[in-house]
């Protein structure tokens, strides 16, 4: 049975496929993708099951050694805020679960933004819904640094998410680095909530309620 966390991939890569309206986003045979921050290689599992060439980076040393022991040669410890560490023209970048994690979010966008893809998906934690996440993986058994808090989003925080936005501000940030990068491309967006239960991922496309969202670049030239 596949891990939980390469399923929800495999959702993700299939709702953004239908956002993009690119099948062929599902069929990597003859292509390279590369998955920023790619943790022990889950992310990275995905992309090989669709037949990609997969790359990928990550900041904890130890998550690398891991994803190696999954069979993954082309990964390397390194941080997304120091740039891209390999030269390839990636057909695809997805960056799940990132952003919401790094210290310098504006170098961090201006690397992942500028680096050389064709489709780059990016996902993160809705801040107006992020308690619907972690009840989902609190209720999972999983540990997860929570506290109330006063200030932004809805009670419950996740400590570890020094980047929380609404989607339409992820969206115009976006969409803002681009242009002082003076790249031309679309972007797209979405809200979901997904769970896995039995081995069978469910997602549901919420516009207003997602529990994450989800945004799509697409770069004509790269």
């Given at each position: 049975?596949?891990?939980?966390r390469?399923?929800?991939?495999?959702?993700?890569?299939?709702?953004?496929?239908?956002?993009?309206?690119?099948?062929?986003?599902?069929?990597?045979?003859?292509?390279?993708?590369?998955d920023?921050?790619?943790?022990?290689?889950?992310?990275?599992?995905?992309?090989?099951?669709?037949?990609?060439?997969?790359?990928?980076?990550?900041?904890n040393?130890?998550n690398?050694?891991?994803?190696?022991?999954?069979?993954?040669?082309?990964?390397?410890?390194?941080?997304?805020?120091?740039?891209?560490?390999?030269?390839?023209?990636?057909?695809?970048?997805?960056?799940?679960?990132?952003?919401?994690?790094?210290?310098v979010?504006?170098?961090?966008?201006?690397?992942?933004?500028?680096?050389?893809?064709?489709?780059?998906?990016?996902?993160?934690?809705?801040?107006?819904?992020e308690?619907?996440r972690?009840?989902?993986?609190?209720?999972?058994?999983e540990?997860?640094?929570?506290?109330?808090?006063?200030?932004?989003?809805f009670l419950?925080?996740?400590?570890d998410?020094?980047?929380?936005?609404?989607?339409?501000?992820?969206?115009?940030?976006?969409i803002?680095?681009?242009?002082?990068?003076?790249?031309?491309a679309?972007v797209?967006?979405?809200?979901?909530?997904?769970?896995?239960?039995?081995?069978?991922?469910?997602?549901f496309?919420?516009?207003?309620?997602?529990s994450?969202?989800?945004i799509?670049v697409?770069?004509?030239?790269?």
């Open positions: 049975m596949l891990p939980t390469t399923l929800q991939y495999l959702g993700e890569l299939r709702i953004a496929s239908e956002l993009l309206g690119e099948k062929s986003l599902l069929k990597g045979h003859g292509k390279k993708a590369l920023v921050g790619c943790g022990k290689g889950y992310g990275l599992l995905a992309l090989r099951l669709l037949g990609y060439e997969a790359y990928g980076f990550d900041i040393p130890d690398i050694v891991y994803a190696k022991k999954l069979g993954f040669k082309d990964v390397l410890a390194y941080n997304l805020e120091d740039g891209i560490p390999f030269h390839e023209n990636f057909d695809l970048i997805t960056c799940f679960d990132v952003l919401e994690h790094v210290r979010l504006d170098k961090a966008l201006e690397v992942l933004l500028k680096a050389p893809y064709h489709y780059l998906i990016i996902t993160v934690p809705n801040l107006h819904t308690f619907l972690l009840f989902y993986l609190i209720s999972r058994g540990r997860i640094p929570a506290s109330l808090t006063r200030g932004k989003g419950i925080k996740d400590e998410h020094v980047n929380m936005f609404p989607p339409v501000a992820w969206r115009h940030r976006i803002r680095t681009l242009r002082k990068l003076n790249v031309q679309e797209k967006n979405l809200n979901y909530f997904q769970f896995t239960f039995k081995g069978r991922n469910l997602i496309k919420l516009p207003y309620a997602g994450s969202s989800m799509t697409t770069k004509s030239q790269y």
